[in-house]
């Protein structure tokens, strides 16, 4: 079945990096997209950016461009995404999801357990 | 970038209830429309992709309807299971906003 299990929960502090992993398995890891999204305390669903886990092309959302990057290695069927100059507003539960096509329509169909990051001094 | 506006923001209702959310797109998205349930402390479940096509799994009491800017998410007879927070997503463009989210309470 598919899965996808994520990296546990980390503290940082403002100013600091953070990777969060996101390891795929049941499926062709290189057929299907990831995108990563994150939700804020009490707060609603945010598209943080894509990556093909086929050629490793990305596509970040304009809001995130220049401090996040995210990447795959497809030897262990894993994605990551890394952001960096955290700010406590960056303080979320981030999750991996698999983008899947449905006749034309992608959605997105298997998610991540989701990783809570805290950004506090 | 294209906004997507729910409607209501929270709704209480009962067991048993037939249950209508509203989602608006700033522009057309054609059926470029998906709509997911989340409980508490849980990731997002994907209900409904191509705005009225069903994912596999998920109960027949959900369907959805709508093209162009208007779609609405329809729960036929709520279930004590489908208490939850429901968010639609366009994937006509990059990026792929959600709304804001409808959380279903008991009333």
């Known amino acids: 079945q598919v899965q996808l299990v994520q990296s546990g929960a980390e503290v940082k502090k403002p100013g600091a990096s953070v990777k969060v992993s996101c390891k795929a398995s049941g499926y062709t890891f290189t057929s299907y997209g990831i995108s990563w999204v994150r939700q804020a305390p009490g707060q609603g669903l945010e598209w943080m950016g894509w990556i093909s886990a086929y050629n490793g092309n990305t596509n970040y959302a304009q809001k995130l461009q220049g401090r996040v990057t995210m990447t795959t290695d497809t030897s262990t069927s894993t994605a990551y995404m890394e952001l960096r100059s955290l700010r406590s507003d960056d303080t979320a539960v981030y999750y991996c999801?698999?983008?899947?096509?449905?006749?034309?329509?992608?959605?997105?169909?298997?998610w991540g357990q989701g990783t809570l990051v805290t950004v506090s001094s | 970038d294209i906004q997507m506006t729910q409607s209501p923001s929270s709704l209480s209702a009962s067991v048993g209830d037939r249950v209508t959310i509203t989602c608006r797109a700033s522009q057309s998205i054609s059926s470029y429309l998906n709509w997911y349930q989340q409980k508490p402390g849980k990731a997002p479940k994907l209900l409904i992709y191509?705005?009225?096509s069903l994912q596999s799994g998920v109960p027949s009491r959900f369907s959805g309807s709508g093209s162009g800017t208007d779609f609405t998410l329809t729960i036929s007879s709520l279930q004590p299971e489908d208490f939850a927070t429901y968010y639609c997503?366009?994937?006509?463009?990059?990026?792929?906003?959600f709304g804001q989210g409808t959380k279903l309470e008991i009333k």
């Open positions: 191509a705005a009225s």
């Open positions: 999801a698999r983008d899947s096509t449905f006749g034309g329509v992608i959605g997105f169909d298997y």
């Open positions: 997503q366009q994937s006509y463009s990059t990026p792929p906003f």
